[in-house]
């Protein structure tokens, strides 16, 4: 289970290590969005360190109206084991933001009054 923590105006942040084609580990603080129902969306610059391998694209809605993104095969580390996703990469993502995806196979526990956010 991985503690979070909540921003300003209550989102919900985890802190998760990207792993680059090299196998650094690169700690990121990304924010959970019950909009997407992906697993990762980055954006399209954070893409050049990391190295991962394209797999192709596809168009979402996002808040914006429709966006076509590029979907990378990606590694990070969540909750102290290793996973293997796609990634969603688009140039109008501000944050690392995890999606729903994880929300089928992690549990999330959330209390604002008590200041209580883990996921896993």
Same mark, same amino acid.
């Given at each position: 289970?991985?503690?979070?923590?909540?921003?300003?105006? +209550?989102?919900?942040?985890?802190?998760?290590?990207?792993?680059? #084609?090299?196998?650094?580990?690169?700690?990121?603080?990304?924010?959970?969005?019950? +909009?997407?129902?992906?697993?990762?969306?980055?954006?399209?610059? !954070?893409? !050049?360190?990391?190295?991962?391998?394209?797999?192709?694209? /596809?168009?979402?809605?996002?808040?914006? +109206?429709?966006?076509?993104?590029?979907?990378?095969?990606?590694?990070?580390?969540? #909750?102290?084991? /290793?996973?293997?996703?796609?990634?969603?990469?688009? !140039?109008?993502?501000?944050?690392?933001?995890?999606?729903? /995806?994880?929300?089928?196979?992690?549990?999330?526990?959330? #209390?604002?009054?008590?200041?209580?956010?883990?996921?896993?």
């Amino acid at each position: 289970m991985i503690q979070g923590k909540f921003g300003e105006k +209550g989102q919900l942040f985890f802190e998760i290590d990207l792993i680059t #084609n090299d196998g650094l580990n690169l700690p990121v603080d990304a924010m959970l969005d019950t +909009g997407f129902t992906g697993f990762l969306a980055i954006n399209k610059q !954070d893409l !050049d360190s990391l190295g991962w391998f394209y797999i192709g694209k /596809e168009t979402l809605r996002t808040a914006q +109206g429709e966006t076509l993104f590029k979907i990378y095969l990606g590694k990070l580390i969540l #909750n102290e084991q /290793e996973y293997e996703i796609p990634v969603y990469a688009g !140039d109008e993502i501000t944050e690392f933001l995890l999606g729903l /995806e994880w929300l089928k196979i992690l549990p999330l526990v959330v #209390n604002y009054q008590v200041d209580i956010l883990t996921l896993g």
